[in-house]
């Protein structure tokens, strides 16, 4: 079975913003930003605070509770609270439909 989940249309995510995905019992963020779309975890790696309501900043996410800030393409923190980075998923985009690669 395909792991490829399709999220939404490319035009539902306005660029340099993000949109909630939730599958099974976990939940992402899905973003657009200058260097195309990709996806995180969508709870801060801090405390148990979705990043849905954060910041995107070029290619940074800053979480809404702490400030806390990740590089949304590489999951690194950059910007204590949060010391563990956030799990990175791969995206394809195939007629204009966004697709996240989900294990
Ligand atoms: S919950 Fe995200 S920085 Fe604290």
Redesign the pocket.
């Known amino acids: 079975m395909s792991n490829w989940h399709l999220v939404c249309e490319t035009s539902e995510i306005d660029f340099e913003d993000l949109k909630r995905f939730d599958y099974e019992d976990k939940t992402y963020c899905i973003y657009h930003i200058k260097d195309g779309f990709f996806a995180t975890d969508g709870m801060?790696?801090?405390?148990?605070?979705h990043?849905e309501d954060g910041l995107v900043i070029d290619s940074e996410i800053e979480?809404?509770?702490?400030?806390?800030i990740f590089d949304i393409k590489t999951g690194k923190v950059i910007q204590d609270?949060?010391c563990d980075d956030l799990k990175t998923y791969n995206i394809k985009v195939e007629n204009n439909k966004i697709y996240i690669q989900i294990d």
Request: charged share 15%.
């Open positions: 801060c790696t801090h405390e148990d605070v990043l979480c809404p509770m702490h400030q806390g609270p949060p």
